[in-house]
């Protein structure tokens, strides 16, 4: 028989060489996203890691996802982002690799599809115009337009118009009503601004709250965010959100992203991970975890959404979507932050 | 007898210069010979860049009246008079250190609807707050160094106190002044999470968003040019006046060794309730909401991941400290000690201060510098092989940024030591470096413990560098405050920054202490 | 011109001066000896205004400048030039500068003028310009001296005026002195070299722990007239 000691550190050994050769054999992909908060991602990537057994490390950075790309192209295997206006632009500059995936063509319907299958749409949100329940009647409401109408001067509050959110819906402005009329669009509601632009999206419902505006321009989810806070609950029981343009074109939508970049050695890890975002399971629980719409047209709306839309007549938290192409809003950043520039968008007031 | 070291203090000054200047030369460089691709430039200077400017400057003036009377005044006071309450001033002064801008800045604002707290002065008072500790340490080792005698000649001489004012005391503490000018203007050009958050558009803000907006990093780095130039050549203004202007201090230990007068009454209780008034916006209001919506979040925090997010904050904060302090020793073993007798010994001195450049620019286009820096195949990315997908990248930049708090401490010491310690110590048998470390040791250790402590707690704070430069799977205490405050989720951050509040108490304590024995001897 | 009554001073505790009194005529050198840690800088220091005696009084030019824990004269009011120990010369100003901040004229040209001439009466030309910072200890003294003297006032302190200077600029910082006292200005000169006193022909007022044991002429205090621990610090310093 060993001494006990020897056995002891031949158990040890063992363990060790176990625990070296298995994180050997386990898998480990790489994803970067712009998402700041993991919160929103970690449970799909939970869930694929308990399902492959691989491990998915991540890096959450907010800004200068694509710059970061750019400069180390096979850092990650996937891309996952909040922004699929960002993967138009990567796949511009040849970062990304094609999706091959016969379940992924066929879970996602072609107008979520990226350009060339380069990426695809995983899920998405609406813009919307928020009002205030007690001095706005949805009647009263129409389309973004609309908004730069007489009747609301000085009753709209916005977050910064420099703000990806509201770049984001200034390209789609300018891709679906053109240059001229998109400039005049944003030059009214700059003119119809209740005070300075500041703050996020849940800081315009808290203005309508304390009555110091009565309209804002908000993301869909922020609704039953707000409602599941206490502190915030009183906000979003005093905002309706109205879905502009249903009797027209539809609402402008945001769309989240995912694509696989050309880094080698993942790559049918990778594929799994975006077949995994496109499964039915994994729509469910993103719809449930970050109140965003499933691009799967079998896939519900989030609960706390459903409501949502009522007040104009829309059933179920369904809506009309104005789908403007991402490759005809990609190349419109830049000109909307220089026409936010120009007409002083984000000035004192 | 004199030391020898010309080849390796050219060499190493030469070093110090290049890696200073690195990140703002790299961003010249990728943006000059663009300057007018797209317009950019021509657009950023007809449109915001004017009244961002002017945004950035009025919040930089109002931020530099709130950190002097916030932090100088006091320090001047505690240094000076000795009164019941003396050291809770000091404390009080320093406490702001505990928080980062933009979480007062959120905090403030998710709990009160008054517009004030979007507006720039509130920026303005952040920023100013954050800044007041570090003009009050400025201020605090100026002023214990500063003779009583002084005062005291002028007012033998006929001199009223206005008189004495204007003539003595504002020329005496005009390096400090000046040093806590700087400090004001860097921290307020250079944000961009704290006007962030409030919607302020300063000029930090409208760069961001023009890189944003494009995707682009010539695009930053052309609206970063903006920035880059006006920094270098005040730096290097800085870097000149440091050894042209500011003369080694003739006056010995003895004179300014006068005891500290007392202070009662009303006067003291002024000066405690000065104190107590400016630590109320800037520590003990945020630091009550933070613990209130902590013990409400208490239950639903993911407790799992503190010891990775704290470790991961730990091992960051320290590796910066010792690459500062390794820079710093370095820089100690092979700089002359004592007075600047030749252009040879300036230059070396003023190479050390161009570091300050990595400090005025903001931090993202500093993290821009290095993406692009450290692209594959880079001379970067080559040097740093397999270390550059790890930590060590935002170790090396937090470094980078943060070496002025530890490097500028140390040259107004080694100024100080004189270069006859080093050879008494040769003399009496100690070797090279165990001379210049027992020359030093009275001067630069305290400079270095002060530094060091300066660096690891802005280490802990620090995000954008974080953000942008993170490895894979990089825990970190900052990034998750980062991620809650962005959504306004700062009843969730609350666990998280009462956490880094911990990592930066001992180092609190440690510069508290510090701060209390500067006086010592005077009591 | 100045009289001290029964001063008694605390530093930290410790009783630096105790139930000290003396008078001091106009124009008259006074020569304050004593070892290190006699309290003579504190007894400079209570006279000038800016420390608070414990107890006692202070007068100037028959006037009650200090008493028991208040001070009724500023400094600035008492019509005095002090020149430490360790010359004091402010850094951002430069030699002529330095001088020329201690004489009371509107006019600058004047004091500058002024200052000039009196660095040349301590020996010191070309001083416009320099930097404090590159002048030697026996140059920093004699600006410090300088500035003392042009201040115009009626009583000078000056505190180990000699101390930081070699033998030969100290016999020349002497004879100058000499020179300008002699034109009717009074003087407290704090030493610990009884030759100091000697040189000037001051009145030798000499403490001890805190104490006067001594006032009288140096010969006096020499010849054994103010006992023997007097007689030899006197002999010892000679």
Same mark, same amino acid.
């Given at each position: 028989?060993?001494?006990?000691?020897?056995?002891?550190?031949?158990?040890?050994?063992?363990l060790?060489?176990?625990?070296?050769?298995?994180?050997?054999?386990?898998?480990?992909?790489?994803?970067?996203?712009?998402?700041?908060?993991?919160?929103?991602?970690?449970?799909?990537?939970?869930?694929?890691?308990?399902?492959?057994?691989?491990?998915?490390?991540?890096?959450?950075?907010?800004?200068?996802?694509?710059?970061?790309?750019?400069?180390?192209?096979?850092?990650?295997?996937?891309?996952i982002?909040?922004?699929?206006?960002?993967?138009?632009?990567?796949?511009?500059?040849g970062?990304?690799?094609?999706?091959?995936?016969?379940?992924?063509?066929?879970?996602?319907?072609?107008?979520?599809?990226?350009?060339n299958?380069?990426?695809?749409?995983?899920?998405?949100?609406?813009?919307?115009?928020?009002?205030?329940?007690?001095?706005?009647?949805?009647?009263?409401?129409s389309?973004?337009?609309?908004?730069?109408?007489?009747?609301?001067?000085?009753?709209?509050?916005?977050?910064?118009?420099?703000?990806?959110?509201?770049?984001?819906?200034?390209?789609?402005?300018?891709?679906?009503?053109?240059a001229?009329k998109?400039?005049?669009?944003?030059?009214?509601?700059?003119n119809?601004?209740?005070?300075?632009?500041?703050?996020?999206?849940?800081e315009?419902?808290?203005?309508?709250?304390?009555?110091?505006c009565d309209?804002?321009?908000?993301?869909?989810?922020?609704?039953?965010?707000?409602?599941?806070?206490?502190?915030?609950?009183?906000?979003?029981?005093?905002?309706g959100?109205?879905?502009?343009?249903?009797?027209?074109?539809?609402?402008?939508?945001?769309?989240?992203?995912?694509?696989?970049?050309?880094?080698?050695?993942?790559?049918?890890?990778a594929?799994?991970?975006?077949?995994?975002?496109?499964?039915?399971?994994?729509?469910?629980?993103?719809?449930?975890?970050?109140?965003q719409?499933?691009?799967?047209?079998?896939?519900?709306?989030?609960?706390?959404m459903?409501?949502?839309?009522?007040?104009?007549?829309?059933?179920?938290g369904?809506?009309?979507?104005?789908?403007?192409?991402?490759?005809?809003?990609?190349?419109?950043?830049?000109?909307?932050?220089?026409?936010?520039?120009?007409?002083?968008?984000d000035?004192?007031? | 007898?004199?030391?020898?070291?010309?080849?390796?203090?050219?060499a190493?000054?030469?070093?110090?210069?290049?890696?200073?200047?690195f990140?703002?030369?790299?961003?010249?460089?990728?943006?000059?010979?663009?300057?007018?691709?797209?317009?950019?430039?021509?657009?950023?200077?007809?449109?915001?860049?004017?009244?961002?400017?002017?945004?950035?400057?009025?919040?930089a003036?109002?931020?530099?009246?709130?950190?002097?009377?916030?932090?100088?005044?006091?320090?001047?006071?505690?240094?000076r008079?000795?009164?019941?309450?003396?050291?809770?001033?000091?404390?009080?002064?320093?406490?702001?250190?505990?928080?980062?801008?933009h979480?007062?800045a959120?905090?403030?604002?998710?709990?009160?609807?008054s517009?004030?707290?979007?507006?720039?002065?509130?920026?303005?008072?952040?920023?100013?707050?954050?800044?007041?500790?570090?003009?009050?340490?400025?201020?605090?080792?100026?002023?214990?160094?500063?003779?009583?005698?002084?005062?005291?000649?002028?007012?033998?001489?006929?001199?009223?106190?206005?008189?004495?004012?204007?003539?003595?005391?504002?020329?005496?503490?005009?390096?400090?002044?000046?040093? =806590?000018?700087?400090?004001?203007?860097?921290?307020?050009?250079?944000?961009?999470?704290?006007?962030?958050?409030l919607?302020?558009?300063?000029?930090?803000?409208?760069?961001?968003?023009? &890189?944003?907006?494009s995707?682009?990093?010539?695009v930053?780095?052309?609206?970063?040019?903006?920035?880059?130039?006006?920094?270098?050549?005040l730096?290097?203004?800085?870097? &000149?006046?440091?050894?042209?202007?500011i003369?080694?201090?003739?006056?010995?230990?003895?004179?300014?060794?006068a005891?500290?007068?007392?202070?009662? =009454?009303?006067?003291?209780?002024?000066?405690?309730?000065?104190?107590?008034?400016?630590?109320?916006?800037?520590?003990?209001?945020?630091?009550?909401?933070?613990?209130?919506?902590?013990?409400?979040?208490?239950?639903?925090?993911?407790?799992?991941?503190?010891?990775g997010?704290?470790?991961?904050?730990?091992?960051?904060?320290?590796?910066?400290?010792?690459?500062?302090?390794?820079?710093?020793?370095?820089?100690a073993?092979?700089?002359?000690? =004592?007075?600047?007798?030749?252009?040879?010994?300036? &230059?070396?001195?003023r190479?050390?201060?161009?570091?300050?450049?990595?400090?005025?620019?903001?931090?993202l286009?500093?993290?821009?510098?290095?993406?692009?820096?450290?692209?594959?195949?880079?001379?970067?990315?080559?040097?740093? =092989?397999?270390?550059?997908?790890?930590?060590?990248?935002?170790?090396?930049?937090?470094?980078l940024?943060?070496?002025?708090?530890?490097l500028?401490?140390?040259?107004?010491?080694?100024?100080?030591?004189?270069?006859?310690?080093?050879?008494?110590?040769?003399?009496?048998?100690?070797?090279?470096?165990?001379?210049?470390?027992?020359?030093?040791?009275?001067?630069?250790?305290?400079?270095?413990?002060?530094?060091?402590?300066?660096?690891?707690?802005?280490?802990?704070?620090?995000?954008?560098?974080?953000?942008?430069?993170?490895?894979?799977?990089?825990?970190?205490?900052?990034?998750?405050?980062?991620?809650?405050?962005?959504?306004q989720?700062?009843?969730?951050?609350?666990?998280?920054?009462l956490?880094?509040?911990l990592l930066?108490?001992?180092?609190?304590?440690?510069?508290?202490?510090?701060?209390?024995?500067?006086?010592?001897?005077?009591? | 011109?100045?009289?001290?009554?029964?001063?008694?001073?605390?530093?930290?505790?410790?009783?630096?001066?105790?139930?000290?009194?003396?008078?001091m005529?106009?124009?008259?050198?006074?020569?304050?000896?004593?070892p290190?840690?006699?309290?003579?800088?504190?007894?400079?220091?209570?006279?000038?205004?800016?420390?608070?005696?414990?107890?006692?009084?202070?007068?100037?030019?028959?006037?009650?400048?200090?008493?028991?824990?208040?001070?009724?004269?500023?400094?600035?009011?008492?019509?005095?030039?002090?020149?430490f120990?360790?010359?004091t010369?402010?850094?951002?100003?430069?030699?002529?500068?330095?001088?020329?901040?201690?004489?009371?004229?509107?006019?600058?040209?004047?004091?500058?003028?002024?200052?000039?001439?009196?660095?040349?009466?301590?020996?010191?030309?070309?001083?416009?310009?320099?930097?404090?910072?590159?002048?030697?200890?026996?140059?920093?003294?004699?600006?410090?001296?300088?500035?003392?003297?042009?201040?115009?006032?009626?009583?000078?302190?000056?505190?180990?005026?000699?101390?930081?200077?070699?033998?030969?600029?100290?016999?020349?910082?002497?004879l100058?002195?000499?020179?300008?006292?002699?034109?009717?200005?009074?003087?407290?000169?704090?030493?610990?070299?009884?030759?100091?006193?000697?040189?000037?022909?001051?009145?030798?007022?000499?403490?001890?722990?805190?104490?006067?044991?001594?006032?009288?002429?140096?010969?006096?205090?020499?010849?054994?007239?103010?006992?023997?621990?007097?007689?030899?610090?006197?002999?010892?310093?000679?």
């Open positions: 028989m060993l001494p006990l000691l020897t056995r002891c550190l031949l158990m040890i050994a063992g060790a060489f176990a625990s070296a050769t298995l994180a050997q054999q386990q898998r480990v992909l790489r994803v970067i996203s712009d998402r700041s908060d993991q919160g929103m991602v970690r449970p799909t990537l939970d869930a694929f890691e308990a399902r492959t057994g691989a491990k998915v490390d991540g890096v959450f950075m907010g800004q200068g996802l694509v710059n970061r790309l750019e400069s180390r192209p096979t850092e990650a295997d996937v891309v982002t909040a922004d699929a206006e960002l993967l138009e632009i990567a796949a511009d500059r970062l990304l690799l094609p999706i091959v995936s016969p379940a992924i063509k066929a879970a996602i319907p072609p107008e979520f599809m990226g350009t299958d380069l990426f695809f749409v995983d899920a998405y949100r609406t813009r919307v115009i928020a009002y205030s329940r007690a001095r706005v009647k949805p009647s009263e409401l389309t973004y337009e609309d908004l730069t109408s007489p009747k609301w001067k000085g009753r709209i509050c916005v977050r910064s118009g420099s703000h990806d959110y509201n770049l984001a819906l200034w390209g789609m402005f300018m891709a679906s009503y053109g001229e998109s400039r005049a669009v944003i030059g009214g509601i700059s119809n601004l209740a005070r300075t632009p500041r703050g996020n999206d849940r315009q419902a808290r203005a309508i709250f304390e009555g110091k309209l804002a321009l908000m993301n869909t989810y922020y609704h039953p965010l707000m409602a599941a806070n206490p502190e915030q609950k009183p906000w979003a029981d005093a905002v959100m109205y879905f502009p343009n249903q009797a027209g074109k539809g609402s402008f939508i945001m769309r989240s992203g995912v694509a696989m970049t050309k880094a080698q050695g993942n790559r049918d890890l594929l799994q991970l975006l077949e995994f975002i496109a499964s039915r399971e994994s729509q469910d629980a993103m719809v449930k975890a970050t109140r719409y499933s691009v799967l047209p079998a896939v519900g709306v989030n609960a706390a459903v409501q949502l839309g009522a007040e104009q007549g829309l059933a179920g369904r809506f009309k979507m104005d789908f403007v192409p991402l490759r005809a809003i990609a190349g419109n950043r830049e000109d909307a932050i220089k026409l936010v520039n120009e007409i002083r968008f000035a004192e007031r | 007898m004199t030391l020898s070291v010309d080849a390796p203090r050219l190493l000054t030469v070093a110090l210069g290049v890696c200073a200047l990140p703002a030369g790299y961003l010249l460089a990728t943006a000059l010979p663009v300057l007018q691709q797209g317009g950019w430039l021509a657009h950023f200077a007809s449109t915001t860049l004017p009244w961002q400017a002017a945004n950035s400057l009025q919040v003036l109002l931020a530099a009246a709130v950190a002097f009377a916030a932090g100088a005044l006091p320090a001047v006071l505690v240094s008079f000795d009164f019941a309450g003396r050291r809770l001033v000091s404390l009080l002064a320093l406490l702001p250190l505990l928080f980062a801008p979480v007062t959120s905090t403030w604002m998710v709990w009160s609807s517009d004030f707290f979007t507006s720039q002065y509130a920026l303005a008072m952040h920023l100013g707050l954050a800044c007041a500790p570090y003009l009050f340490v400025v201020f605090r080792v100026a002023a214990s160094r500063m003779p009583r005698a002084f005062a005291e000649l002028a007012a033998s001489f006929g001199m009223g106190w206005r008189q004495r004012l204007l003539r003595v005391h504002l020329p005496a503490y005009a390096v400090p002044v000046a040093a =806590g000018l700087l400090i004001v203007f860097a921290q307020c050009l250079g944000d961009y999470a704290a006007a962030e958050r919607g302020v558009p300063t000029l930090s803000l409208g760069i961001h968003s023009l &890189w944003f907006a995707q682009s990093s010539v930053a780095a052309i609206g970063a040019s903006v920035l880059v130039l006006p920094t270098l050549v730096v290097g203004v800085a870097a &000149w006046a440091s050894t042209a202007l003369s080694q201090n003739p006056v010995p230990p003895a004179a300014a060794a005891s500290l007068r007392a202070l009662r =009454g009303p006067a003291a209780w002024a000066v405690l309730g000065w104190s107590l008034l400016w630590a109320v916006p800037g520590f003990a209001i945020p630091q009550v909401i933070t613990v209130r919506w902590a013990e409400k979040r208490w239950s639903r925090t993911r407790f799992e991941d503190i010891p997010d704290m470790l991961g904050s730990l091992l960051t904060a320290m590796g910066s400290v010792l690459l500062v302090l390794a820079v710093c020793l370095l820089v073993a092979v700089m002359r000690a =004592g007075s600047r007798r030749s252009w040879a010994d300036r &230059w070396s001195e190479m050390p201060w161009l570091f300050l450049a990595n400090y005025f620019l903001p931090t286009v500093l993290a821009l510098a290095f993406v692009m820096m450290s692209r594959d195949g880079s001379n970067l990315a080559h040097w740093l =092989g397999a270390w550059r997908d790890t930590a060590v990248l935002v170790v090396l930049a937090v470094a940024r943060l070496m002025p708090f530890a500028l401490p140390l040259l107004d010491a080694l100024r100080r030591t004189p270069a006859q310690l080093i050879e008494a110590a040769l003399v009496h048998g100690a070797g090279p470096l165990k001379a210049r470390a027992l020359a030093f040791a009275g001067h630069l250790r305290p400079a270095l413990f002060l530094g060091c402590a300066l660096v690891f707690m802005e280490a802990v704070k620090e995000v954008d560098l974080n953000l942008t430069l993170q490895p894979f799977d990089h825990p970190s205490l900052a990034l998750k405050i980062y991620a809650f405050s962005r959504h989720n700062m009843d969730r951050a609350a666990v998280w920054v956490l880094s509040q930066m108490l001992l180092p609190l304590a440690l510069l508290w202490w510090r701060m209390d024995r500067l006086d010592g001897h005077r009591r | 011109m100045l009289s001290i009554q029964n001063l008694s001073q605390q530093l930290s505790g410790k009783t630096v001066l105790s139930e000290l009194s003396f008078a005529a106009p124009g008259e050198v006074l020569a304050l000896l004593g290190s840690g006699s309290g003579k800088t504190s007894l400079l220091r209570l006279i000038a205004g800016f420390d608070t005696p414990r107890v006692g009084e202070v007068h100037l030019h028959g006037q009650l400048a200090s008493g028991p824990g208040r001070v009724l004269q500023p400094p600035q009011k008492r019509q005095l030039a002090v020149a120990q360790d010359a010369l402010f850094p951002h100003l430069d030699a002529v500068e330095n001088v020329a901040l201690a004489i009371r004229n509107p006019d600058k040209a004047a004091r500058l003028a002024r200052a000039r001439q009196a660095l040349l009466d301590m020996g010191l030309a070309d001083m416009q310009g320099r930097d404090v910072a590159t002048l030697s200890g026996g140059e920093a003294q004699r600006v410090s001296l300088a500035r003392a003297l042009a201040a115009d006032s009626r009583l000078l302190l000056l505190d180990e005026p000699f101390g930081n200077v070699d033998r030969l600029t100290r016999t020349d910082l002497v100058r002195l000499k020179t300008q006292l002699a034109k009717g200005q009074g003087a407290l000169i704090i030493t610990h070299d009884p030759a100091d006193a000697l040189d000037l022909g001051a009145r030798v007022l000499l403490l001890r722990q805190g104490r006067l044991v001594a006032d009288a002429s140096p010969a006096a205090i020499a010849n054994g007239d103010c006992g023997d621990w007097a007689r030899a610090f006197m002999q010892a310093g000679a």
